[in-house]
């Protein structure tokens, strides 16, 4: 079995692959690692076949829907998953056929209703139903912690002891550990009793993970995140540095339009010489009148350069090829002394 571990900050995400066929699957892909992911099985002269998310992720940004679309493979998921773009729903006790390995399915709701693990040959992938010195939570979405001690302790924790456990989360550079390590020396699972399991997970007082809402939007409706959007943006627009924009503005350059997308009070607190408004959540209905020759330079500014970005990438869309964004914004722009003016739009 090939196996390759890929680590996002504590997100943890496994490519594994047989050795005979170079087919392969992706466990657990988090959105930023995608070219990654291609260029480890490239390397490795794998086929992914499958991309498996073992639950609805709730602190980052599952990549298997557009990893599908370029791919054309089936996004996998436990049957009562809620993301409507899942192409095969598995359930408990079925497998995945992955050339000469089989990817044994066990249901384990508790962190999530649709959480799964995988084992396979001497592994098991558990999501974040069990961690290396923890468990999953269960005050999110879904979760349960009745469900999670019977997953745990009914089923998962009575696998072979020497089954190496590679979980969806480790936050202190860990790769892996063993179900007989973890029932050993795993702080929660000394709570063997049922009812002090379950008061413990109740009492644990988490803080919510970082975008919890916008990651269980984007992963159980196959939307998109805002990093996403911008990222695509971003792939579609030219930019030019704030040096440039300065250059330019104090030479006089007439044949560039420097658009700010900002608000109204935003703008007249100060802009970048010559600039005009409009702001972005305007530019659809007004472009027309605003900008009446598509054959014109533009440069999008804003404060921070992200919706600036979002706008330039519109404007494209609508038909100005020749717009390109500020690479940076005017919180910059301020900050390195470079001429402001104030006051309406002219």
């Known amino acids: 079995m090939i196996l390759e571990q890929i680590a ?16 392969a699957a992706l466990i657990d892909p988090e959105i930023s690692q995608i070219d990654h992911y291609l260029a480890l ?4 002269g794998l086929r992914i076949r499958y991309l498996i998310d073992t639950h609805t992720h ?60 995988l084992q396979i040959e001497d592994s098991v992938f ?5 961690l290396i010195g923890g468990t999953g939570r269960t005050d999110l979405p879904s979760g349960n912690p009745e ?15 020497s089954l190496r456990v590679f979980p969806a989360h480790d936050y202190k550079g860990r790769q892996s550990s063993t179900i007989g390590e973890e029932i050993a020396s795993n702080p929660r699972l000394q709570k063997r009793d049922r009812a002090a399991f379950v008061d413990m997970m109740r009492e644990l007082n988490l803080s919510m993970p970082t975008h919890v809402t916008e990651a269980l939007r984007t992963n159980m409706s196959g939307g998109k995140s805002v990093a996403q959007l911008l990222a695509e943006a971003a792939a579609r627009v030219p930019f030019i540095s704030l040096a440039e924009l300065k250059a330019r503005v104090e030479a006089g350059d007439q044949d560039l339009i420097v658009l700010d997308v900002r608000e109204r009070d935003a703008y007249e607190s100060g802009h970048v010489p010559g600039a005009r408004l409009l702001p972005r959540g305007q530019i659809e209905l007004r472009v027309n009148q605003e900008l009446p020759d598509p054959t014109r330079r533009i440069l ?10 979002l706008a330039a990438a519109t404007l ?14 005017m919180k910059a722009w301020r900050a390195a002394a470079y001429p402001l003016n104030s006051g309406q739009n002219p």
């Open 126 to 130: 558990t999501g974040d139903t069990l």
């Open 58 to 117: 709730a602190d980052h940004f599952s990549a298997t829907r557009q990893l599908a679309r370029k791919l054309a493979v089936p996004v996998v998921m436990y049957r009562t998953s809620a993301a409507p773009f899942v192409d095969m729903r598995i359930g408990d006790g079925e497998m995945l056929m992955l050339g000469r390995l089989r990817l044994q399915v066990m249901h384990t709701p508790g962190h999530t209703s649709d959480s799964m693990c």
């Open 316 to 329: 494209r869309e609508m038909g100005f090829p020749h717009v390109v964004a500020l690479d940076g914004g």
């Open 8 to 23: 996002t900050g504590g997100c943890q995400s496994y490519l594994v692959g047989c050795e005979d066929t170079s087919t």
């Open 41 to 44: 099985a490239a390397r490795d």
């Open 147 to 161: 469900a999670l001690y019977d997953s745990l302790f009914q089923r998962l924790l009575k696998l072979d002891p």
């Open 300 to 309: 999008t500014c804003c404060e921070l350069g992200q919706v600036s970005t």
